[in-house]
């Protein structure tokens, strides 16, 4: 049976994978799977050479690729600590994977949308008084893709890129880098409510509202939209997971 890390959109650790990167994907997700609590130190050094039969420049490499995560602080004689969680990078790539991976399914995918809730529909009210027309166009241009698509794997792409798109089309640059971190995670809700028949046919008219709205320059119409379009997926999703109370990611 396949466990939820082979079904991951995500890359999961490959055959093979250089020392140093193992290292920092097993201590990562202990570390945010909650094996390793904040302000608790690391193993000791010794312990960790022995375990990974490794050298000593290849940990402390290991080491501070956490510490740039946010995952620890290391203070001369003292170790390697465990940082507070608020501290952490949670829009890190590997951080937000090891975060899918830790977090019960249905927990996972509800964090997610209340974030979306709060994010999206303000990044579409500001997008139809800010995009200009090169960028209305190639939101249009992804909800073409969509429209296209016939499979789960071809919706995707475009799905994402919509997304991605209307957060770009804000003119501000940490909304752009905050719509396009989400989007690593929006891989995961898409596949989710695509397990739902004809959730594209039904999905695809809520996303040309939203393309509508910018298009008209109507903020408040593209926000409402936008709501409109998450309070559906979030009931895609409700039902998919009723099914069993959690599914596999294929």
Do not use: C
């Not at 050094?45 to 000593?56: K, N, V």
């Not at 995952?71 to 390697?80: D, E, K, M, N």
């Not at 809700?189 to 996303?207: A, Y």
């Amino acid at each position: 049976m396949k466990t939820r890390a082979d079904h991951s959109t995500y890359s999961a650790p490959a055959e093979g994978k250089s020392q140093h990167g193992r290292i920092v994907s097993e201590l990562g997700l202990a570390i945010v799977g909650g094996q390793l609590q904040p302000g608790d130190k690391l193993p000791p050094e010794a312990q960790l050479l022995e375990r990974y039969e490794i050298s000593r420049p290849v940990l402390r490499e290991a080491v501070r690729v956490l510490v740039a995560k946010g995952l620890v602080v290391s203070r001369q004689r003292a170790g390697a600590i465990v940082r507070p969680r608020n501290e952490w990078h949670l829009l890190d790539p590997d951080v937000l994977y090891w975060l899918i991976q830790a977090q019960p399914q249905r927990d996972f995918v509800q964090t997610l949308l209340e974030v979306r809730q709060i994010f999206e529909p303000a990044a579409a009210a500001l997008a139809a008084k800010a995009a200009t027309d090169e960028q209305l166009a190639g939101i249009a241009t992804a909800y073409e893709g969509m429209a296209a698509a016939k499979t789960t794997a071809e919706l995707l792409e475009p799905d994402l890129a919509f997304h991605r798109r209307i957060a770009e089309a804000t003119g501000n640059d940490l909304l752009a880098y905050i719509g396009n971190m989400l989007s690593l995670a929006l891989r995961e809700s898409i596949i989710l409510s695509s397990q739902l028949p004809n959730t594209h046919e039904l999905s695809l008219p809520r996303h040309k509202a939203i393309l509508t709205a910018l298009q008209a320059r109507d903020p408040l119409g593209a926000r409402q939209a936008t709501l409109v379009q998450l309070d559906e997926t979030g009931d895609d999703i409700n039902s998919v997971l009723a099914n069993d109370g959690r599914v596999n990611l294929a």
